[in-house]
């Protein structure tokens, strides 16, 4: 049995903030759950729906570790809160792979070792995914640049360029 | 051998990018409460009073622990003291006492039934400091250092000679304080299984390390915690020692009786342990034929109040490079930070960033090209013991590099290549790091199905080591690579040190092929026993693992099936465990080397630097995987490139707190400021260093980097930047 908590002192209770009902598809499963406000998507899909693939890497923003797409779009997790995105298709790393079968971008990522330590590899592989889909890219410096919002500490740059490459000319008819 | 030096992809690929790879924040537990930890905003002082009073009336909230009412932990310093922390000094405690010693320090942990609760309950902690004058700036304490020791001993009269000498060039070069900033949080999850024992989930690089310093710091026996840190997402140094998040989410679990996650934010990372701010000091004194006469290196950097955090900056020098006379000196200056911490290739990536850059402009005071000048300096033997060593292929480096980049074209002269609007100019430096191996154990257990499960208590930190394990493994048991099952990470496997150094794969891999050893002598004595058996009248010596069977090499590849020996003794499975064991040799010197060749491209209005091109030739034994040792060094160079030109962090020191305390203001390169790297690895046959001829490659890739890259920079600009990062106010006139 846990230790009964520390007697609260005299005073008012800072209440938190209630709970709202919101319904997420997350990887083409509807979930509902109970959130406040201020939880983020990110910790709301880690923390409440078990989805761990998706990493924390700096809550503000700025690393792109936690990109998911959300209506098809590569959104930061960690900078919208669950209740903004009531009703949203959300599709996380879990998500890419269909019946065992590795997404082109993951597996690309795997041929050319686009990865070492694996904390930014979800984001980035989401971040790609959106890439290809945006068709905005068409060249090296166009991937470098629209793929600059996804840190990689390890230094996996040149690799993670020649496995979206990969990806985009396997995508192609 | 049929995996050892090819490019396997990584066995933990797919768990990795599917999501699937559990890190220390990963991991979830019945009833997780949630910590957030309240930091100091002084950087020296003590805590004259903390209000807890708002924060435990937050609904959700169950505790907010202090140096006050904490529970118990060790009282003496030494019981903090981890395998790898400073000789000299007194680890930092966590919420121990009031006493404050660097801002940023963990004051209170607030406790409660989700994370978002804690984290508002921890702005709700009200803290009065009594706080004492602070200094953080290396440059106003230079005046008060004082000597450690180095390992190196100085020979000749460097001083006379220098004085002598017909070519002089002496320098100081700055390295700024700079945070290993890995991608994942610091972060421990803390699994209370009700009979008091811990299972604790750890973003550490040593999970026999931490759980040495839980038993110590909270007299626990260890089989009562176990620390597990099967994925790590990224150390380069910071995850050597045990970190204050982990004996706080300990603390907490232990207050609460109850599983505890604590992760740090971004910010409060930087106060947990960095690369020392330093000043190398160069003097080298040379013939006009372009000969060393005299090398001086003195190396000043920061060092906490509480630790003597050292590593060998100076020593490289008078090792690299031919000359009689050589002298080193390292101090140390006190400020009120962190202890700092080894950083990818400590102490030769900052002492060496000084010697290639000094090396480069005595080349110009000599008007000899840079690689001619180190051929000129060349030694094959360690100039420190007047040693052979194990094997030096840098010669070939230099030739391969230099080949590679089409070094010949290079003019000379600053300033004299462009294309089109930019300067572009070529640099290149030496690079050299250790080639260690430690103790450590390996179990193999074989299974009557042909399968093997390999463990050891390394981690795999994302440089590849499940795979080479893996790789090993496989070709020492003669099992396909899919057979082979490997369990890293984990504190109740076969003992192994701390991953760094380099260290792991000549470690593990020795490891692994004397256990291997012992396996094949099982099975070769199962194999012999069975009817008619090929094997009856071979000897050990001349048996193999190959293919899933056991043979006799002259015995025209006749043999026995390993699962069906094991299945005739009636064996299921077969299990065995070593500690891998060196041949001493102090005979020779043992070291990685390299030559790294960098364009840079500068805008000259804008001062923009760009760099477009690095090769980097290494040489640094057998390569065990081609693909994930050339992402190793890929790595190396891409923070040589953060080194060189992006990272810094900025303290304020009149609060003693760094300023740019995340990760968009603290740059480390992104995908747009890298651009062509082409890694070499020089063939070194080594059947001296140890039976695989093994050196590792984690170290190597950064060391020499930002010195060939500021070379660059000053062959196209003209303009010698000494203080890194070579920021663009820099160049400006």
């Not at chain 1, 792979?97 to 904390?119: E, K, Y």
């Not at chain 2, 099982?522 to 009248?537: D, G, I």
């Not at chain 2, 090499?553 to 390993?562: F, S």
Request: charged letters at 25%; one cysteine or more.
């Amino acid at each position: 049995m846990a230790r009964t908590r520390r007697k609260r002192p005299s005073g008012e209770t800072i209440s938190t903030p209630e709970k709202i009902t919101v319904t997420l598809t997350v990887n083409g499963v509807a979930r509902e759950l109970a959130v406040a406000p201020w939880v983020t998507l990110l910790d709301a899909l880690r923390d409440r729906l078990g989805l761990t693939g998706t990493k924390k890497g700096c809550d503000h923003g700025q690393c792109g570790a936690c990109t998911v797409l959300v209506d098809g779009r590569r959104i930061n997790s960690c900078m919208t809160f669950a209740v903004m995105q009531d009703g949203a298709e959300v599709t996380t790393v879990e998500g890419l792979a269909h019946n065992g079968a590795l997404h082109p971008v993951q597996q690309a990522f795997i041929d050319h070792d686009a990865f070492q330590c694996g904390a930014c590899t979800s984001g980035q592989i989401c971040s790609a995914v959106a890439l290809l889909s945006e068709g905005r890219a068409k060249t090296v410096d166009d991937i470098r640049e629209l793929m600059s919002g996804n840190l990689c500490r390890c230094g996996a740059y040149p690799n993670i360029v020649a496995a979206i490459r990969q990806a985009m000319e396997r995508g192609q008819p | 051998m049929a995996y050892i030096g090819t490019a396997t992809s990584r066995v933990d690929g797919r768990a990795k990018v599917t999501g699937a790879a559990k890190y220390a924040g990963d991991a979830d537990a019945p009833g997780l409460a949630y910590a957030a930890i309240v930091t100091s905003t002084i950087a020296k002082g003590r805590i004259a009073a903390i209000d807890t009073s708002a924060a435990l009336r937050a609904e959700g909230v169950l505790d907010v622990l202090t140096h006050e009412n904490r529970p118990r932990m060790a009282r003496r310093a030494s019981a903090y003291k981890d395998d790898v922390a400073p000789e000299q000094g007194s680890p930092f405690r966590p919420l121990y006492d009031d006493t404050i010693l660097f801002s940023g320090q963990p004051v209170a942990l607030v406790l409660a039934e989700e994370w978002e609760i804690a984290r508002f309950a921890a702005a709700l902690v009200r803290v009065e400091y009594e706080a004492e004058p602070s200094v953080t700036d290396l440059k106003l304490q230079r005046e008060h250092t004082f000597e450690v020791e180095q390992p190196h001993q100085p020979r000749g009269d460097a001083d006379k000679a220098y004085a002598a000498a017909a070519v002089r060039h002496e320098a100081e070069y700055f390295i700024p304080i700079e945070h290993h900033n890995p991608m994942e949080l610091f972060a421990s999850t803390v699994l209370w299984d009700g009979d008091g024992k811990l299972t604790v989930y750890d973003k550490t690089q040593g999970v026999q390390n931490v759980r040495n310093y839980l038993c110590s710091v909270f007299s626990m026996k260890p089989d009562e915690v176990r620390v597990l840190s099967p994925f790590m997402g990224g150390g380069f140094g910071s995850g050597l020692r045990p970190q204050f998040q982990v004996t706080l989410a300990v603390l907490a679990a232990r207050a609460l009786e109850r599983s505890v996650r604590l992760v740090l934010t971004r910010q409060q990372m930087y106060a947990l342990c960095y690369r020392p701010a330093t000043i190398e000091r160069l003097a080298l004194g040379a013939t006009q034929g372009g000969t060393l006469d005299s090398i001086s290196h003195e190396a000043i950097a920061v060092a906490s109040q509480h630790e003597d955090f050292s590593r060998n900056d100076t020593g490289w020098s008078g090792q690299l490079y031919k000359s009689a006379n050589a002298k080193y000196a390292h101090r140390l200056a006190r400020v009120d930070l962190p202890t700092p911490a080894d950083m990818r290739a400590p102490g030769a990536t900052t002492g060496v960033y000084g010697l290639e850059c000094a090396m480069d402009e005595l080349a110009i005071a000599l008007k000899l090209d840079p690689v001619e000048l180190r051929l000129r300096c060349y030694s094959d033997r360690d100039q420190h013991e007047d040693l052979p060593y194990t094997s030096k292929k840098l010669r070939e480096c230099y030739q391969q590099g230099a080949a590679a980049f089409g070094w010949d074209k290079r003019n000379p002269e600053p300033r004299s290549m462009r294309d089109g609007g930019e300067l572009v100019g070529w640099g290149m430096a030496t690079g050299v790091w250790e080639a260690l191996q430690m103790e450590a154990a390996v179990r193999i257990a074989l299974t009557a199905n042909g399968h093997a499960e390999v463990s050891c208590a390394f981690s795999d930190i994302g440089t590849g080591t499940y795979t080479i394990v893996a790789q090993v493994a496989a070709d020492q048991l003669g099992l396909p690579l899919d057979n082979i099952t490997v369990r890293l990470g984990d504190s109740t496997l076969p003992q192994a040190p701390v991953e760094g150094g380099s260290w792991t794969a000549a470690s593990v891999s020795h490891a692994i092929a004397k256990t291997a050893d012992e396996i094949r002598k099982e099975l070769w004595q199962l194999a012999k026993k069975m009817p008619n058996s090929p094997l009856a009248a071979s000897r050990l010596e001349e048996v193999a693992l190959v293919d899933g069977r056991i043979i006799a090499k002259n015995n025209g590849g006749g043999g026995v099936p390993m699962t069906d020996a094991m299945r005739h003794g009636q064996l299921d499975r077969i299990e065995q465990e070593t500690t891998n064991s060196f041949k001493e040799d102090k005979k020779h010197a043992r070291n990685t080397h390299s030559a790294i060749f960098a364009e840079v491209k500068v805008d000259e209005e804008l001062g923009v630097i760009r760099v477009t091109r690095v090769v980097n030739a290494v040489a640094a034994g057998r390569i065990l995987n081609t693909k994930t040792a050339r992402s190793q060094i890929m790595g190396g160079v891409v923070w040589g490139i953060g080194m060189a030109l992006h990272e810094e962090t900025l303290v304020d020191h009149t609060f003693g707190r760094p300023m740019n305390a995340n990760i968009a203001e603290y740059h480390v390169p992104v995908n747009a400021d890298v651009h062509d790297i082409e890694v070499i690895f020089v063939d070194e046959p080594d059947e001296l260093i140890n039976p695989l001829g093994i050196k590792g490659v984690g170290e190597i890739g950064i060391v020499g980097v930002a010195a060939a890259i500021a070379n660059a920079v000053y062959h196209a600009t003209g303009k010698r930047v000494r203080d890194l990062p070579i920021t663009l106010d820099k160049l400006l006139p």
